[in-house]
């Protein structure tokens, strides 16, 4: 079956530490992954995308590289802000359109 | 500005008691979906359309109907709520030719008593 395993959070660092979230999938056929981000009281948002392996994307100072031999897709970056405080949700989306999420990972970045 | 509307925000009704949450998005897209967010299960998507009355069964559609009479709305409805559908409740719209970017709305809190 298809699923999206994410490291539980909460996670909780110092402005400019260096964060990683970890995730991991499990995928019949070649799926697309994704990084979503939620603020508070929002909705989701889209962080970044990889279509294929090896595959890196990137947006806001944040990372993700599409590891099809450790099929993982760990989110990383380098010196984080308050700003970034939020919940992330790593997602897969097999071809027919329907998406699997992570039970998503909160954030909270004190000054 | 494009966005994806639903309402109401905030809901708290009584077992049995039928309700509509309304999603509205006025981007044009064909693809629209309905997910629901759980504490430890992360995002579950409960039905989804791929065009104008063409509906299909996501992961956990069971007390839960939509419907697709317009290209711009996509209603949830829970004929019969129970406690067991509180949940925090996402509409999601995307483009049949990016499917990849999803736009989602703000979210809806269900409460059932």
């Known amino acids: 079956g298809n699923s999206v395993t994410q490291m539980e959070g909460p996670v909780t660092l110092s402005e400019e530490a260096f964060l990683t979230i970890n995730c991991t999938y499990t995928?019949?056929?070649?799926?697309?992954l994704f990084w979503y981000v939620q603020y508070p009281g929002e909705g989701l948002q889209l962080l970044l995308k990889a279509t294929k392996a090896d595959d890196k994307g990137s947006n806001k100072g944040f990372e993700a590289t599409y590891r099809k031999e450790t099929t993982s897709f760990h989110l990383e970056k380098g010196s984080v802000q308050v700003s970034d405080s939020a919940v992330y949700f790593c997602?897969?989306?097999?071809?027919?359109?329907?998406?699997?999420f992570g039970t998503g990972t909160s954030l909270t970045v004190i000054p | 500005e494009a966005q994806v509307t639903q309402n109401p925000r905030y809901l708290i009704t009584v077992t049995g008691k039928k309700l509509t949450v309304t999603c509205s998005q006025n981007m044009n897209h064909e693809y629209m979906s309905w997910y629901r967010q759980d504490p430890g299960l992360g995002l579950r998507q409960i039905y989804y359309s791929m065009n104008v009355e063409v509906t299909d069964k996501g992961d956990v559609p069971e007390g839960y109907k939509v419907s697709r009479k317009e290209k711009r709305n996509f209603p949830l409805i829970l004929e019969s709520p129970s406690p067991n559908q509180t949940s925090l409740y996402f509409c999601?719209?995307?483009?049949?030719?990016?499917?990849?970017?999803?736009?989602f709305g703000q979210g809806t809190r269900l409460t059932v008593v």
């Open positions: 999601a719209s995307s483009l049949s030719s990016d499917r990849m970017r999803a736009f």
């Open positions: 997602a897969l989306r097999i071809p027919g359109n329907q998406f699997y």
């Open positions: 995928a019949t056929g070649y799926p697309s």
